[in-house]
């Protein structure tokens, strides 16, 4: 099968973009087999970019893809000028959501997961790293990794599931649950391959330092990947750790120490920034320009969560953060595809022979048009490995 | 025909949102001819909304819809640090959308404005405001209305056209120009029914105080609605003015003064604010509250442009305004519906019986959910005139 009259393909080789102008593609088993340059002559499976924008399918190392129920009612509360740890404190926030996974069958579980992933590959996502916790129970986790594998299974989109403790439970004391999520579901799931990943959120109201410390050891030990929510709503020294711990990466980091961004460069921890949520719930943007002018290794995600960020768009936030956050088109393109794959651990996010050929057209002539332009995808067509998608 | 199974339907009717739970209407004509409670039996022309939410199709009161060219050059510049007045003035900005928009043919101008239309309708919008303003010249004014003219007989969205008076051209005396432009450009555009709105842009770099009340007075001495983009970068004092003239709409509003808004609340100018430039220039947000606190009629629009905000996405806009502005979900859809109706003059933005049935029907149960998730429309399906969309 060809791609053929690229205008323009993002290859993201090199430490750039890996610009080439002109150029067709040859895809064999699902894999790009030949860059060629120019056109090539009309073949029966050819499919035409029409001069258009190529660029790799993008990739979203941060979601919290699984849940149900809806908290619009919280989100129109805030806008009246409640604030997001008072609608907490009052029961709403992450435990209105913990309720209604906890009551939602499989099936409901799964169509809306779904269905949440049609949103994204329409908006040109190809893998997506997504996290449990809304259950807050050992067993209740480990269902949410056990559906989120079965969703895998129906649907083009890859996922790199991610165990997370998310917020200790209103029905447990809080040193049984630290407990039994080391004793029981970190090796459970390393044990049923349900995650590749822990993460714990460190912050007011989620988990300390030490027990952020002791979940993530136990973790490291049966060899899976640690991440962090670190710094999002207040100091706590955790994007440290995740620096010492040698994490695969620091989530949210909007309240980052002075040197926090050297530790975090020297310790090649990825650096998922999630403009969503800043946007969602008004608060200061993540200090990208610190984080890449120290040489850390700067990723873009939706959050994509019922709360704080309820979207599928990472061209938004790629526009988000040109926007907002002083990052370039560049490097937003690196944080939405080479580098957002680095933090999962796989080879996706690039174009080159031999690497498998996911990618985008884009109703564009220039990579720049696709993060101006705003609010709307531009995505025309989803290549998931050789395939073409059909929305 | 009928639309059945409205889970919550949004008329507008009344101060508030109007809002009805398991309501079914019946369309004649084009018009909503009956609203009635439940569901209707099976006919072979109804659409089943399916439980979903069904609002008035959406507004936008302000678009700078016709144009050609691209200007992501500039947009990554500006994300690399220079600013919007530093790219104006090394003759980027507006003018460098005049030397490409002079260049581009009918057609192309045709083309590309109609592929904006789309994907407004995509977004659920079923008429917009659209201004000339991208040629400064008279004849060339007047050409961009006369294309709007022709878009609008090709699309079902609705275009309310406005002559723009956008800033003093490079290659004529502004004298000359704004002379040109009271003594020709309106006239004529009276007389052919071309434009049912004057609009200038007061601020440093475009046009004066004193510039502003001569094109508006000529305006309304020929019967034609007036706007004004008033304290964008500066305080000019143009709002005062547009409320002093018994303005439509003023646009913008970010530098208003202290006693702007009770001003504008007393003469009922509507006030037509731009989240999306604010988001893209990452300048400071309209101040909503005071507007809405002193009475004002809020309205928001997308601002569609190639420089500041090139988005379709109205009810992205609607998000901004309750993440942002502490607009309330209530307020945010009066803004994009009847309220924004209203500053162009027409009878669109609510359901009532004998009005013209424009709807949309929503991905969502509830009118809370559609502001929540953000970055990707959850239209289902937009009806014009009572007639289904296909895209």
């Given at each position: 099968?060809?791609?053929?009259?690229i205008?323009?393909?993002?290859?993201?080789?090199g430490?750039?973009?890996?610009?080439?102008?002109?150029?067709?593609?040859?895809?064999?088993?699902?894999?790009?087999?030949?860059?060629?340059?120019?056109?090539?002559?009309?073949?029966?499976d050819?499919?035409?970019?029409?001069?258009?924008?190529?660029?790799p399918?993008?990739?979203?190392?941060?979601?919290?893809?699984?849940?149900?129920?809806?908290?619009?009612d919280?989100?129109d509360?805030?806008?009246?000028g409640?604030s997001?740890?008072?609608i907490?404190?009052a029961?709403?926030?992450i435990?209105?959501?913990?309720?209604?996974?906890?009551?939602?069958?499989?099936?409901?579980?799964?169509?809306s997961?779904?269905?949440?992933?049609d949103r994204?590959?329409?908006?040109g996502?190809?893998?997506?790293?997504?996290?449990s916790?809304y259950?807050?129970?050992?067993?209740?986790?480990?269902?949410?990794?056990?559906l989120?594998k079965?969703?895998a299974?129906?649907?083009?989109v890859?996922?790199?599931?991610?165990?997370?403790?998310?917020?200790?439970?209103?029905?447990?004391?809080r040193?049984v649950?630290?407990?039994?999520?080391?004793?029981e579901?970190?090796?459970?799931?390393?044990?049923?391959?349900?995650?590749?990943?822990?993460d714990?959120?460190c912050?007011?109201?989620?988990?300390?330092?030490?027990?952020?410390?002791?979940?993530?050891?136990?973790a490291?030990?049966?060899g899976?990947?640690?991440?962090?929510?670190?710094?999002?709503?207040?100091?706590?020294g955790?994007?440290?750790?995740?620096?010492?711990l040698?994490?695969a990466?620091?989530?949210?980091?909007e309240?980052?120490?002075?040197?926090?961004?050297?530790?975090?460069?020297?310790?090649q921890?990825?650096?998922?920034?999630?403009?969503?949520?800043?946007?969602?719930?008004?608060?200061?943007?993540?200090?990208?320009r610190?984080?890449?002018?120290?040489?850390?290794?700067?990723?873009?995600?939706?959050?994509c969560?019922p709360g704080s960020?309820l979207?599928?768009?990472?061209?938004?936030?790629m526009?988000l953060?040109?926007m907002?956050?002083?990052?370039?088109?560049?490097?937003?393109?690196?944080?939405a595809?080479?580098?957002?794959?680095?933090?999962?651990?796989?080879?996706?996010?690039?174009?080159?022979?031999g690497?498998?050929a996911n990618?985008?057209?884009?109703?564009?002539n220039?990579?720049?048009?696709?993060?101006?332009?705003?609010?709307?995808?531009?995505?025309?067509?989803?290549?998931?490995?050789?395939?073409?998608?059909?929305?």
């Amino acid at each position: 099968m060809f791609i053929t009259r690229i205008g323009q393909l993002l290859t993201m080789e090199g430490a750039a973009l890996g610009l080439r102008s002109n150029v067709s593609l040859r895809v064999e088993n699902g894999r790009v087999a030949e860059i060629i340059d120019g056109e090539v002559s009309r073949h029966g499976d050819a499919i035409d970019a029409g001069g258009q924008l190529v660029t790799p399918g993008l990739v979203d190392p941060h979601t919290h893809l699984i849940f149900a129920g809806s908290r619009a009612d919280e989100f129109d509360r805030r806008a009246r000028g409640q604030s997001y740890n008072e609608i907490a404190a009052a029961g709403g926030g992450i435990l209105s959501t913990v309720r209604a996974t906890r009551a939602a069958s499989d099936e409901e579980l799964i169509a809306s997961t779904l269905a949440r992933l049609d949103r994204f590959l329409r908006n040109g996502v190809v893998a997506v790293e997504a996290k449990s916790g809304y259950a807050l129970s050992i067993e209740g986790e480990l269902r949410l990794l056990r559906l989120l594998k079965r969703v895998a299974q129906q649907h083009v989109v890859k996922i790199s599931p991610t165990l997370l403790a998310h917020v200790p439970p209103p029905d447990l004391p809080r040193q049984v649950f630290v407990d039994r999520f080391i004793a029981e579901a970190i090796p459970q799931a390393a044990q049923e391959k349900l995650a590749e990943a822990v993460d714990v959120y460190c912050d007011v109201g989620a988990f300390t330092l030490d027990e952020t410390e002791r979940i993530l050891n136990a973790a490291k030990s049966l060899g899976l990947r640690l991440r962090v929510h670190a710094e999002q709503f207040t100091y706590t020294g955790a994007a440290e750790l995740a620096a010492k711990l040698g994490a695969a990466s620091v989530e949210h980091v909007e309240e980052l120490s002075a040197d926090g961004p050297a530790l975090l460069a020297r310790s090649q921890t990825g650096c998922n920034l999630l403009p969503g949520a800043a946007l969602t719930l008004g608060l200061k943007w993540p200090n990208a320009r610190a984080l890449l002018d120290a040489g850390c290794l700067v990723a873009l995600g939706t959050d994509c969560n019922p709360g704080s960020s309820l979207t599928e768009s990472l061209p938004l936030m790629m526009s988000l953060a040109c926007m907002q956050m002083k990052m370039s088109c560049e490097e937003a393109w690196r944080a939405a595809t080479v580098n957002a794959a680095r933090a999962l651990g796989h080879d996706l996010g690039r174009v080159a022979v031999g690497a498998s050929a996911n990618l985008v057209i884009w109703r564009a002539n220039d990579y720049r048009e696709v993060i101006q332009h705003y609010g709307d995808s531009l995505v025309e067509a989803v290549i998931v490995d050789g395939q073409k998608m059909q929305f």
